[in-house]
T-cell receptor, first 113, second 118 residues
Framework: AQSVTQPDIHITVSEGASLELRCNYS??????LFWYVQSPGQGLQLLLK??????LVQGIKGFEAEFKRSQSSFNLRKPSVHWSDAAEYFC???????????FGKGTTLSVSS | GAVVSQHPSWVICKSGTSVKIECRSL??????MFWYRQFPKQSLMLMAT?????????EQGVEKDKFLINHASLTLSTLTVTSAHPEDSSFYIC??????????????FGSGTRLTVV
């Protein structure tokens, strides 16, 4: 069965600094990988997804993620963080098209001024 | 793009009563709906998967008699929390899968429902 690990529970970044959120997955084949963001009391917003092809994926709000098969990782990056990026970030994996997603425990991002 | 509407956004009910949560796919036909539950400061846990016209498949540990899922049409799935108790208080989120390229992966989520049982 697939699983997702987000090693960092809470990260604080200064506004304008770069950001990297880590995500490791466990799955035998190439998974479908996702990053979502959730503001308090809100639903999930899809930042980006990887199904196949180019391993560097561009998303919304200036985010990108890189799929590294050798490391079983799909880390999320942003070159310059804005205060509005403070939220909960979830990495998720799907085994195949149409199956339910399995989510990591999430990383809380705080942005300091 | 694909939109999933979830209603209500929040609900407060008395212990022992039942609450129905609706999840609608607004611009596509949802062949499969997924229901998740999220406790405060925790991740989303899959509760059940429902295919249109079929009985829902529940994850281990989820009480099917307490969490009734109906997926009678291609645009609507409902989750009914029966005889709710305070421990059922949580954030419930649905996601829907359609048939076309954009929606085929079932990864469009509703905005969630905050249930508080008092």
């Amino acid at each position: 069965a697939q699983s997702v690990t987000q090693p960092d529970i809470h990260i604080t970044v200064s506004e304008g600094a770069s950001l990297e959120l880590r995500c490791n997955y466990s799955y035998g084949a190439t998974p479908y990988l996702f990053w979502y963001v959730q503001s308090p009391g809100q639903g999930l917003q899809l930042l980006l997804k990887y199904f196949s092809g180019d391993t560097l994926v561009q998303g919304i709000k200036g985010f990108e993620a890189e799929f590294k098969r050798s490391q079983s990782s799909f880390n999320l990056r942003k070159p310059s963080v804005h205060w509005s990026d403070a939220a909960e970030y979830f990495c998720a994996v799907g085994a195949q098209a149409g199956t339910a997603l399995i989510f990591g425990k999430g990383t809380t991002l705080s942005v300091s001024s | 793009g694909a939109v999933v509407s979830q209603h209500p956004s929040w609900v407060i009910c008395k212990s022992g009563t039942s609450v129905k949560i609706e999840c609608r796919s607004l611009d596509f036909q949802a062949t499969t709906m997924f229901w998740y539950r999220q406790f405060p400061k925790q991740s989303l846990m899959l509760m059940a998967t429902s295919n249109e016209g079929s009985k829902a498949t529940y994850e281990q540990g989820v009480e099917k008699d307490k969490f009734l899922i109906n997926h009678a049409s291609l645009t609507l799935s409902t989750l009914t929390v029966t005889s709710a108790h305070p421990e059922d208080s949580s954030f419930y989120i649905c996601s829907a899968r359609g048939r076309d390229r954009e929606t085929n992966y079932g990864y469009t989520f509703g905005s969630g429902t905050r249930l508080t049982v008092v």
